[in-house]
């Protein structure tokens, strides 16, 4: 048996193609997948859990890759909401465009965004490490709890709104932040860590340029006098 | 008329004197504690249970039970089945129950290991389900539930796809009843080790999760989002909507229209082991309201027969049960019914030889047993909502799991001698058909004739059937 398996979507369904990866890849000795004409179809390659690598040829719909571990999933194309949605591990890459939510609660891997991300890029990020080669949009790291968000564009309003423990680094403008959100001195870790994550999602960039955006902590416990004024 | 002149007129009371006292009805003792203390601590008020207000209950509502017009069936000799088929829409694996009463979700975080642990067990024995919560599945709750759903929640605390694919049905949590529109919230005193871990949290802060799933937010996106939890679990677990009960009729339809398998309703008199007093009391309709709205939404879509409906919020007895089934549930859901019979607000916790009163511990809460909603300390007296080592002792998994067990025995029991009583042999047989209401609010919620009448408040004859 072939070592490269090919799914055309223009054939199969995708509950084909997600029954495929759930009962048979696993186990065999199937190490890449070739998805063809996804044309905007959604929930591609959920919840796979083994080390595969999937190439989807064309643009995709919301929430592929979700719940994703081990598996290496590369889109050619944009993809909808949602992308690598509570990835626990693996790596997810975009070779063009995420909409809204990319990388949503993630809890680890590498999610790498070649163009621009939308709105909520890394909102809840539980952990992943998340890098966007372009632009994000406005209340990116929304409720990000930990993990690392390397953004080598510009960010929307309100970036890392209510932070906990994840770390935004930006290589551009920052149109505002969010509640909770500060800007902190770039340290010689935060430059290595930004220079790591750069090489993991092969983008290139000035490492020492870029600023740090964290969690002020001040709303980690009930501020009664703070009018809404954080 | 002239007053006789040897009469006198009564004499007027001294200025203060206690019996002529006028209190405002506005600004009752209630309201002006409220106000006192506002003044004080500048912080709205933040508590546990749900909605104590009076508000329209099944208790408005009496069976007409058999009599020359209706066969009854023999109390205790002919059969009268309760078992319960969920999901059975999209799912290739339903969830099958002995009773129509599950456990609610309630988070560990907010209860204890050894109360989740208890309710596990006393639900396996009883063929019922529990339900995990805000901040993840724990592997005691796994293994002491032979029935686990597993919550899909906007704060996604430690969710991750090997617990979905072990559990038995997934829940997306939209809102619960103590709290439509807010989100969870845990103190900083129950963020322990433990807890702060399985969320990926700090320990020890204040804890409020989102109101808004982050990958989903209008009904298009959910019905997609529920797409993509049955292509992981490969179209074999139910999927539930759970929504905290207000807009239910247009909420029940864009559920079903979304691909849910199961609705559930959350109605005000829902419990929660934290939130703002101002969500409990004033936010939401009563689950006697909650549910004929749901029916009807069900079935103007012809839905009633294919989408179970779960019904949730102040549910107590058997007669409560039945009296949701009657209307149209197919289950009931039971949260802090179910932490009363593991020993919530009792004045003793048992260590397993002997009752150890614990009042002085519920007075340093500030309250006493009986009246106790102080969850969100995380000092509970009985070692139900805590996450305190010492104060976790105190509840016994396996004693209290068979009070829970006792509890729902009897709430079954009940259901089906009304059941019986009503002539049938199948709980689920129950109808609308078979009520009566006490008071015109209940007739007018619960959609049923007001007692000795064929009047439904609301309600056309051509649209009862029935002439007034």
């Not at chain 2, 597993?150 to 103590?178: H, K, M, T, W």
């Given at each position: 048996m072939s070592d490269t398996v090919s799914f055309d979507l223009a054939q199969v369904s995708v509950r084909e193609l997600n029954r495929y990866f759930h009962s048979e890849l696993p186990g065999s000795e199937v190490t890449r997948i070739s998805v063809q004409n996804p044309n905007g179809r959604h929930s591609i390659g959920v919840g796979l859990d083994c080390p595969v690598e999937v190439e989807i040829h064309g643009h995709a719909g919301y929430f592929i890759a979700g719940m994703n571990k081990q598996a290496k999933v590369t889109v050619h194309g944009n993809v909808g909401w949602s992308v690598g949605e509570n990835m626990m591990s693996g790596e997810v890459r975009v070779n063009g465009h995420a909409s809204e939510s990319a990388g949503a609660s993630a809890h680890g891997g590498l999610l790498a965004i070649d163009g621009d991300a939308s709105s909520r890029c890394g909102i809840s990020l539980k952990g992943g490490n998340l890098v966007v080669a372009g632009d994000v949009g406005h209340f990116s790291?929304?409720?990000?709890?930990?993990?690392?968000?390397?953004?080598?564009?510009?960010?929307?309003?309100?970036?890392?709104?209510?932070?906990?423990?994840?770390?935004?680094?930006v290589g551009g403008a920052i149109d505002s932040l969010g509640a909770d959100a500060r800007e902190e001195p770039m340290e010689a870790t935060d430059v290595e860590a930004v220079r790591g994550l750069l090489a993991e999602a092969g983008f290139e960039g000035d490492a020492g340029s870029f600023r740090r955006v964290a969690s002020a902590r001040s709303l980690y416990h009930w501020n009664a006098e703070a009018h809404q004024e954080y | 008329m002239n007053v006789p002149s040897e009469q006198t007129p009564p004499p007027v009371p001294p200025a203060g004197d206690p019996e002529h006292l006028e209190a405002s009805a506005s600004f009752d003792a209630d309201v002006m504690a409220y106000i006192r203390r506002a003044t004080q601590c500048g912080l709205y008020d933040i508590r546990g249970m749900g909605a104590k207000r009076r508000l329209p209950t099944f208790d408005d509502l009496v069976f007409l039970t058999a009599s020359a017009s209706r066969y009854p069936l023999e109390g205790y000799r002919e059969q009268c089945t309760s078992r319960t088929v969920l999901g059975a829409r999209f799912a290739k694996q339903p969830i099958e129950l002995e009773i129509p009463v599950t456990i609610a979700g309630m988070s560990f975080g907010s209860l204890s290991a050894s109360a989740k642990d208890a309710l596990g067990r006393a639900a396996s024995e009883m063929g019922t389900?529990?339900?995990?919560?805000?901040?993840?599945?724990?592997?005691?709750?796994?293994?002491?539930?032979?029935?686990?759903?597993?919550?899909?929640?906007?704060?996604?605390?430690?969710?991750?796809?090997?617990?979905?694919?072990?559990?038995?049905?997934?829940?997306?949590?939209?809102?619960?009843?103590?709290?439509?529109?807010?989100?969870?919230?845990?103190?900083?005193?129950?963020?322990?080790?433990?807890?702060?871990?399985?969320?990926?949290?700090?320990?020890?802060?204040?804890?409020?999760?989102?109101?808004?799933?982050?990958?989903?937010?209008?009904?298009?996106?959910?019905?997609?989002?529920?797409?993509?939890?049955?292509?992981?679990?490969?179209?074999?677990?139910?999927?539930?909507?759970?929504?905290?009960?207000?807009?239910?009729?247009?909420?029940?339809?864009?559920?079903?229209?979304?691909?849910?398998?199961?609705?559930?309703?959350?109605?005000?008199?829902?419990?929660?082991?934290?939130?703002?007093q101002v969500y409990i009391e004033h936010t939401g309709i009563p689950t006697l309201a909650a549910l004929p709205q749901a029916v009807e939404a069900l079935e103007e879509m012809d839905m009633a027969q294919e989408v179970g409906l779960i019904i949730s919020g102040g549910i107590r007895t058997g007669a409560d049960v039945a009296k949701a089934l009657a209307l149209g549930a197919d289950a009931v859901s039971?949260?802090?019914?179910?932490?009363?019979?593991?020993?919530?607000?009792?004045?003793?916790?048992?260590?397993?030889?002997?009752?150890?009163?614990?009042?002085?511990?519920?007075?340093?809460?500030?309250?006493?047993?009986?009246?106790?909603?102080?969850?969100?300390?995380?000092?509970?007296?009985?070692?139900?909502?805590?996450?305190?080592?010492?104060?976790?002792?105190?509840?016994?998994?396996?004693?209290?799991?068979?009070?829970?067990?006792?509890?729902?025995?009897?709430?079954?029991?009940?259901?089906?001698?009304?059941?019986?009583?009503?002539?049938?042999?199948?709980?689920?047989?129950?109808?609308?058909?078979?009520?009566?209401?006490?008071?015109?609010?209940?007739?007018?919620?619960?959609?049923?004739?007001?007692?000795?009448?064929?009047?439904?408040?609301?309600c056309d004859a051509s649209d009862t059937g029935s002439g007034s």
């Open positions: 790291a929304f409720m990000a709890q930990a993990g690392t968000m390397v953004v080598c564009g510009n960010a929307g309003a309100n970036l890392g709104d209510s932070l906990y423990e994840a770390v935004v680094y | 389900s529990t339900t995990t919560g805000d901040g993840g599945m724990t592997p005691e709750e796994r293994r002491s539930s032979k029935t686990l759903v597993y919550q899909c929640l906007p704060s996604r605390y430690g969710f991750n796809p090997d617990d979905l694919r072990q559990a038995d049905a997934i829940e997306i949590v939209i809102g619960q009843g103590a709290k439509p529109g807010g989100g969870g919230m845990l103190l900083g005193q129950k963020v322990s080790p433990r807890v702060a871990g399985m969320r990926t949290l700090p320990e020890g802060i204040d804890q409020r999760s989102a109101c808004r799933h982050p990958d989903w937010t209008g009904p298009d996106d959910l019905a997609i989002k529920i797409e993509e939890l049955r292509e992981i679990t490969d179209w074999e677990k139910p999927i539930y909507v759970k929504m905290g009960a207000t807009r239910v009729f247009d909420d029940v339809k864009l559920a079903v229209k979304a691909g849910a398998d199961v609705v559930v309703i959350d109605g005000m008199q829902g419990g929660t082991a934290a939130t703002q039971i949260g802090q019914a179910a932490l009363i019979a593991l020993g919530c607000n009792n004045r003793c916790h048992h260590d397993g030889t002997d009752w150890i009163d614990v009042t002085d511990d519920y007075r340093q809460l500030g309250t006493g047993p009986g009246f106790c909603h102080h969850c969100h300390t995380g000092r509970c007296p009985v070692g139900i909502t805590t996450q305190d080592e010492l104060l976790e002792q105190r509840l016994l998994p396996e004693q209290a799991a068979r009070w829970v067990c006792n509890y729902l025995q009897v709430l079954n029991m009940e259901v089906t001698t009304l059941a019986r009583a009503c002539g049938k042999s199948d709980v689920h047989h129950l109808e609308r058909e078979d009520l009566a209401a006490l008071t015109v609010e209940a007739a007018a919620m619960a959609r049923v004739p007001l007692a000795g009448t064929s009047w439904i408040p609301g």
